[in-house]
């Protein structure tokens, strides 16, 4: 890129062309007062805060959409420029309350600052204010229209940066304001990212209003314990307790972006509902006991099961909310110190396993925020605003500001939809389908990258004989997605000279995961669309850690570092099967409110011995026979590894809470009791994986997909939509979170009324597996025929889709 | 000459024992200085800083709304103040509500910053030094001491 070469207040800086004259000068380390200025927004100009001059010239010019040109000579402070700053704070004033001892915002309002800093006292200007109401019906979000300086930071983040376009300016001149439509509450995804860019205290957050001022709170930066996107989180703490968590722009991989979960799902982390001492079951009740008693039990009960019915009778089920380091040592201990390969983690990870069949390495293939520039989005089932809402700010970041197509392939239409230049609405479980028909439209108009395929691939061929019978009619037939749909994906994807694929996979969702990998693979690799940057296929984790679980080898199949197993051992589902085994050792997940089997409660009541280590009682662990208080993320060290497999480190913010221990500790001591070996000596190395440009060859591994589950007799296709509260192993125990979502099943119009069910009615959701009571939403986004259950920290409706976790046929009645 | 000298010291000594005693017969006329502390006290000098009161308006409620500039800038940390959101803000449009004030008094230094940096005037400084006492606890006072009188131990 070009570079350009001016002057600021004497400091020689060089920029990139198209580099504002604001961020310049940050650069050449000459401060600008800016009021709606941000680094994530395009320039906007309302606040006039910024006006600089040109040497020798007298026109005050704002320099945050300025750009920089070659040889310029900027002053920033001469006496006309604070003049017209001083008026410009003044006009501000003239309608602000100035209520700053009852304004959260003050101590870090940038009006306050800027007022002091340039000394306004008087005001010509003053007029009495009008008092607008507070708007206090929205969840976690308070707008007092009264402070607000309409620097439009609030609506422009909504729109550009999240893509979701809740609120706007309502009305011109001096009436405006920022409110959503028919002023009606927000009902939007409560990011909290208007309040983060608000400059004074106009949008404040609910949960941390009057709580504590901003200046006693002790700033500290770790990771988000959440999803896989891996969000540094700065938490506020006050007598170690945090008290809210904002971002930071230069601060870690998400500029300072969080989503609802980063942002205002701490609460569990003090939660009185914490477990603060060891608990062991006598006679049916728990006592509390000493960490010595506790652990001296496990290890001695697991001695003994072990010596009775073999090691393979116990098995280990771990989180993948773990640190890697818990990780490897969970398996190490069960493993070496028990003598199993029965250890798992329910994450869902074939899908991201399966990249290693197909590219040699289990991950995505390109960095995160090489996203934005990319220049054709195909998601597949990736409702990436519930899923991973930052790695939506990217597809949105490259739709709005790099043009890319958008391609959305999912069982109904997303809010990503709205933008999408196609929308796919396939049947539930038709996806590969669908990756197989788009493949054949490309192969027939011979959009393939043939110099990539020849040098860099194999396998073509199979690949060939199978998609050739996907031809649109085909596809048409299974998916229900029109030819003219499919030409224009192959188009958008295949013409585009960087195009990358977006596959979510978690718990919450259904459908084979491996298959989709694979298919996505495939077609990123029959257009050349790996190894070069933006582009690529993204096969998403669910969990903070889940990425540095598969690596740690907390999986049945393979030792940490994917190295191969002699015996392997039992996966999630099949341990929690009545009858295959004595003993269970449960770190950080709730089987019985998450896993799609309604039996597992069974399965864990007939166990001999169980041990549950969690922060809470959960469901799970009212059944242990010893349960075992862990930490939460704020109180452990330990590294996560993101989705991209950056791994970051996590830092140890607060004391324990109680006696509890980090997971590390437990998980060392137990092994020293079960004698196995914590000493260097003991581990072994996680090897790099074995990756060489050169000689890298991507395989084309052909997936083959049937028809929809059929439905008959006015019985519904069920899938799952994961709520952005995902499982709710955490934010089960965050009370305001829980209050912007519900458990809920979405039908068509046109199914609803067939039922006789109306929006908001009790239904019963009944499948071959389960039977769920769930409140039943209209929605227009949900085509006819399909059934979306959304999860919630408190059901169970995954146990609708069985362990095979695919869409199943579903019966929907109102309850009677 | 010599056999005088000690008859002039003695006259000398006299005049001085006379005059010592006329002032003390002065003083025993005049009026006492001596203020019988404790059952007597003398009013404290305008601008005097003792004891902190908060300050209520005509209707009872406290004029502090908690924005905590007082604990910001006290030297010796011997504020500490919490505050709650109201559901319903009240008549004045406030929903700020200060749930616990409480001021250490074994740590202040009677410096009265918290009063100049109050911005409502919800703390002003008392006259009132007696604040001795003979447990610890005593020393912390909350919104109920700091709103009414000041205690004042009374001797008969
Ligand atoms: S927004 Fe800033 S200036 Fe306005 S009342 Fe709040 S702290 Fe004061
Ligand atoms: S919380 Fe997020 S989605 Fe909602 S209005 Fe604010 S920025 Fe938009
Ligand atoms: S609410 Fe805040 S961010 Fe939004 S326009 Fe007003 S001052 Fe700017
Ligand atoms: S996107 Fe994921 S990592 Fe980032 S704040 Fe949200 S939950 Fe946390
Ligand atoms: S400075 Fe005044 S208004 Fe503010 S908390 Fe202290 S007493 Fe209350
Ligand atoms: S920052 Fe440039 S006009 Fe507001």
Redesign the interface.
Known sequence: MAEITLTIDGKQVTVEKGTMILEAAERAGVKIPALCADKRLIGFGACRMCVVQLKGRKALIPSCFNPVKEGMEVITNSPEIIKSRCAQLQLILAEHPLDCPVCDKAGECQLQDLVYEYGVVDNPYRMEPVKKAVERLSPLIERDMNRCILCGKCVRICNEVQGVGEISFINRGIKAYIGTDFDRPMECEFCGQCISVCPVGALNSKMFKYKTRVWDLKNETTLCPYCSNGCSLVLGIKDNEIKRVTGDYNAGINEGNLCSKGRFGYEFVSSPERLKKPLVKKDGQFKEVGWDEALGLVAAKFNEIKAASGADSIGGLGSARLTNEELYLFQHLIRQGIGTNNIDHYGRYQGVLALRESLGVAGVTNPLQEIRKSNAILLVRANLNETHPNVRIEVNLAVNRNRASLIVADNKRTLLSRQAQGNLVCKPGTEVALINGIINKIIQLELADNAFVNNKTEGLEKLQAVVEKYTPEYVEKICGVSPQAIELAANAYAKAEKACIIVATGLGLVGNDRDIALAASNLALLTGNVGKKSAGVYILPEKNNSQGALEMGAVPGFLPGYKPVNKIGLGAMDMLESGKLKAMYIVGENPILTYPSSRVKEALEAMEFLVVQDMFMTPTAELADVVLPACSFAEKEGTYTNLERRVQRLKKVLPCMGESRADLEIFADLCTRLGCDVSEQGMDVIPAPDFSRDTWKGKFIPVECGEAVPVVDGKLLLVSSPSHLYSGTLSAFSPYLLGIGEACIELSTNDASRLGVGDGDMVVVASKNAKVELRMRISRDVPDGVGVVHTYPTVNVMCLFGKEMMPVVGSVERVA | MKQYAPKVGFVIAIIELIHGLCVTLKHLFMPSVTIQYPTQRRPVAEGFRGLQRLNVDKNGQLLC?????CA?HCPAEAIKL????MDE?DAQ????KVSTYVIDISRCIFCGLCVDAC??DAISMTGCYEMACYHRDKMIYDVERLTGEPEVTRYK
Do not use: F, H, I, M
């Open positions: 709304v908690g924005c905590g500039l910001r919490t505050c709650v959101a803000p449009g406030n929903d700020k911005p409502k």
